[in-house]
């Protein structure tokens, strides 16, 4: 008794650890590319405004959308790739593509901005394929709800990280900022301008999201491969290439990934408005010109959510049973509707795609409103990554891998036609768009959950009739022997 709790307790001990490692390998990389895209369109408008022909003004949205693009592409062979290498070598891949986005800004150039935005995208796919495989192989039926809620919410304090690094270099730049505002006001009559973005700022910026970034690359290096005993799904898979493309076909035809598509799709247009669209709304709102601080107190809000979601559901998954299915996804859904009208309370209507001096509908943000509504982004955020993690883990235990590749080609969808039609939408859009589309995904979630529970139950009762026939076999025969 005493050598199984102690077998049961190092299992666990080298589980926490591989989950850690992959944990921190994801707060790397994400480090950079979560507070980068806070600030990116801002960023682009700021290198356009100084040099119309380098980039155009909005290469910030075009630049995600064609990452998305790539992300898409390369979702339908990283299962595949998956089978073909392993999971730590496709995390090792994924970030070595991650650290080449921020170097580009070292010498901005608009070819190189869009190959490596790409190159972003493919990273992303293999990143999040191998996240799956690797935390399926780390993780046993038991521990998978609380190991994706650890792992989601401590690897998105990457938001409070990058959120201290913003406001570390706005501070040691901030002389820059007065001088750039003040040449721009001379410049259109003094009617006031956005916050803009130097280019000593943006070289510090990232540079160190660069550097960030390729720890990663070393920390995925170093990731223990050995799977955990009784994981619900190993790594040693003989799957060759081709088959693997097969079962991706399937998994893409099955009735259980169509029921399951809006959910993946509104967490990419989700994740597109928070990363992306509101924080740029808050730059661009010209009110807001003097509160350098604002994508730092934003990423910081949003880390800060995201952390404290991912404990509740990691704690309360372990107390109630399927918490991180239907009432996950029931909060998520809430908070995200929630987090769209106060945004369209305290944003100008047209700031998502240009500077506006137009009044909000209710009142200006300030530091502590935009730092709660973050806080109200980052835990609905957390709610739909979490869910998604879950019911793909559980809805097709056979198809795993496919399983997150195919969630993840409905997201980056939806992130990609968010993107690409941004210019031209208003924050009506959004704000109408995705409570709608909160509202059909619950629907045909609980759907899903409810079946793939029913299933559970079958298994489960299968198992438990198959190990009562084999011990009485076993019985039988000593009974002959006697």
Known sequence: MDSSKSSTGTSRRFELLCIMMLTFGQLCIMTGYDSQSFIL??????IHERDPERISAFAGYYGQAVCYLAYVTTCLFSPSFLYATSAKTTLLISSIC???FPLGFLFTNSYYYYFSSALNGVGFALYYTGNGGYITSHSTRQTIESNVSLSWSFGCCCMIVGSVIMAVITTVTQDQIPQLIDAVN???????????????????LFSVFAAISSMAIFTFMLMPSQDVSNCIEPSDKVVSFKDGMKLMAETLKSSKMFKLAPTFLLTGMYTAFWVSIYPTSLTFNMHNSKMIYLPAIYGFGVGVGET???IIISTLSKRIKDFGLKPTMLIGSVLTTVFCFVALLSTPFDATVTP????PLLFQPSQVTVFLIAIIGGMSDCCLCSVRSVICALAMPKRRAQAFSVSKIYQSLGSC????????????HYVIGIPLLCVLSCILFFRQARQTQVMERKLTQELEESEKRRMAKELEAQMQKI
């Open 41 to 46: 369109e801002s960023v682009i408008h700021s």
């Open 98 to 100: 991650f650290t080449s």
């Open 186 to 204: 001379v410049t259109i009559g003094g009617h006031g301008v956005e916050r803009r973005f130097g280019d000593g700022e943006i070289y510090l």
């Open 308 to 310: 404290i979601m991912g």
């Open 356 to 359: 506006s001096h137009e009044q």
């Open 417 to 428: 036609f968010i993107f690409f039609l941004s210019p031209f939408l208003n924050l009506y």
